[in-house]
């Protein structure tokens, strides 16, 4: 069983609609929690971190829930440039290890 | 403002050529990792490095090794390149305090073991 597992989709949503992806960790020592975003043939970047409150940023609502160890992102109002591939993150461990899930494609169509 | 930055952006190898990769960082971060990045699979650690003179391996170690002898650079080497190891890799920085786990990444390199 991989340590971060997503749902890898594709996800194909019309502009303007609301998606959520999924993720489960099975490292109960994990740490921290993020969502990074890729697009096509380059670099992951950081979209946000998780927090266990619950935490917004613009258009974007990450949620994690140690008791099921699940960690969840949703977009709202989603736009053409949302287009992406969407990597679950945890980390654990003193060097701060980061676990990549295989990540979520998601497609918004005009 | 360079970040990190990965040399070469793409190599082709034959079956049991060597060769090396460098990542370098201008920001004075302590750790640094190595990834590879296959379909299907997500990114997987190779290697990291918590300081100067230090390193470990991760999840997918063999047939690697690595080299940190100065804080800005880590070498990933390849010394008997297979098919196998035909993969996009990703060297990223960190500074590695609990409060900034942010990860930086270089653009990667694609490389191809025929």
């Known amino acids: 069983r991989k340590e971060v597992e997503q749902d890898p989709g594709p996800f194909n949503v019309p502009e303007g609609a609301t998606v959520a992806f999924n993720c489960t960790y099975s490292n109960s020592a994990s740490q921290s929690f993020f969502w990074y975003r890729q697009d096509c043939r380059k670099e992951p970047k950081l979209l946000m971190s998780?927090?266990?409150s619950g935490n917004e940023d613009g258009r974007f609502t990450a949620q994690l829930n140690r008791a099921s160890q699940y960690i969840s992102l949703l977009i709202r109002d989603s736009k053409l440039s949302d287009s992406a591939t969407y990597l679950c993150v945890a980390s654990s461990g003193s060097a701060r290890q980061l676990t990549f899930g295989s990540g979520t494609q998601l497609t918004v169509l005009p | 403002n360079a970040g990190v930055t990965q040399t070469p952006k793409f190599r082709v190898l034959k079956t049991g050529q060597s060769m090396t990769l460098l990542c370098a960082q201008d920001?004075?971060?302590?750790?640094m990792y190595w990834y590879r990045q296959d379909p299907g699979m997500g990114l997987r650690l190779i290697h990291y490095s918590v300081g100067e003179g230090t390193t470990a391996k991760g999840e997918v170690p063999d047939g690697y090794n690595v080299s940190r002898l100065k804080k800005q650079n880590f070498l990933l080497g390849l010394e008997s390149a297979a098919p196998s190891q035909t993969s996009v890799y990703f060297c990223?920085?960190?500074?590695?305090?609990?409060?900034?786990?942010?990860?930086?990444f270089g653009s990667g390199t694609q490389l191809s073991v025929l």
């Open positions: 998780v927090y266990s």
């Open positions: 920001m004075n971060h302590e750790y």
């Open positions: 990223a920085s960190s500074r590695g305090d609990a409060t900034n786990e942010k990860l930086f």
